[in-house]
DNA sequence: CTTTCTCTATACTTATCGGTATAGAGAAAG
DNA sequence: CTTTCTCTATACCGATAAGTATAGAGAAAG
């Protein structure tokens, strides 16, 4: 492994563990086996370290979602395949997704929440134009894009939080639950 | 307006803008118009400055959440009083709960998360109660206190959330629905 | 009138912050 | 053999971090 991609593997550890405030670069690149201007040459700076580790390792996740995104003429079989690819993107970069999930109700001028608004942004305008696209099967959705999109991913992540916890098990059974919990606010 | 109020009015405002670790004691007190001795006169530390912050300004919500949650014979009533009590909170105490709220999902070895930790266990401590009460008169409900009480507080911070951001209004009928969706998990 | 206690300011500590100037090592290209 | 380019280390920058030693002001208590 080279050192940009230990860098980027020790950075996200420690920004996961003690937040990305609470991290100085020092103890990232002693982390990481180099030094400070080798960190520096490769992202410019600890801003542009936090930047590269969410464009790159969350891009798989706004890519699938825009896939599940593209078609909304069943409604509930999309709703269960965004459930499910949170779920599995969520297995796979545990730590990713936590340290994301812990700028997500965060503060306006805070540096890292401005660095993670920009994908958090990307995934709220998929889900916006899903319910969009949704509306012309069920009218009574129109007008509600924005609060339906907060409202999944509030519920997504409320699950992915107690999942990361080890409270719950991620069964297709909980997924199904998700699903027709949230369900039960829109169509009515 | 004496000095102790004076910190910690702009303590709030500071960490709840721009988050605890990225904001410096000399900061509070220049905001405050007071010198660090002061600071450390009355807190003792920077820590005991946001945990005065908590205990004095968070525990009305405590003490009414544990008033709301000391009876469970009419479920449905409770639940929509619970998510009341937290819109009045919310509405009271904005930059608080708002500060509260970017330290829900944190990360475990943040400082600002272990302190705010303690009330957070203490309101899923009282929601836990509520629901074993609850599973007396709804069987089915037995050995799921944690998640119901974890998904409940994810609905409610969800829907405060999109409050704080001002995508919607708290109108009873906000409240309703809230409730009804709610509900639809945990009957089933 | 003096002692005592609470509170606050000046000035300072050591450590760490993010970031950089300089230089050198090593491989690739001519 | 020399030039060029990518990468990394030593040593440093000014600024700021949390926290404190010392002293004094002002009110309360004796």
Redesign the pocket.
């Known amino acids: 492994m ?3 991609a230990k860098l980027l593997e020790q950075a996200l550890h420690l920004f996961a563990q003690r937040g990305y ?1 609470a ?7 002693e982390q990481a ?10 992202f ?6 936090l930047e590269a580790l969410i464009n790159e390792r969350l891009q798989p996740l706004i890519d699938r979602l825009a896939h599940a995104t593209s078609h909304a003429n069943d409604v509930p079989a999309s709703l269960a395949a965004i459930f499910q690819l949170y779920f599995d993107f969520a297995q796979a970069e545990p730590l990713l997704y936590h340290m994301q999930l812990a700028m997500w109700f965060s503060l306006p001028d805070n540096e890292a929440f401005q660095i993670v608004a920009v994908s958090s942004a990307q995934q709220q305008a998929l889900l916006e134009s899903f319910f969009v696209r949704a509306s012309s099967f069920h009218g009574n959705m129109r007008g509600r894009q924005r609060v339906y999109a907060a409202t999944l991913l509030g519920t997504i992540n409320t699950y992915i939080g107690l999942w990361l916890s080890g409270a719950i098990q991620a069964t297709p059974q909980l997924i199904h639950q998700a699903v027709q919990q949230f369900s039960y606010g829109i169509y009515s």
């Open positions: 080279d050192n940009r405030d991290i100085g670069v020092q103890e990232i690149v086996g180099v030094t400070k201007p080798t960190l520096y040459h490769y410019g700076s600890k801003r542009g370290l």
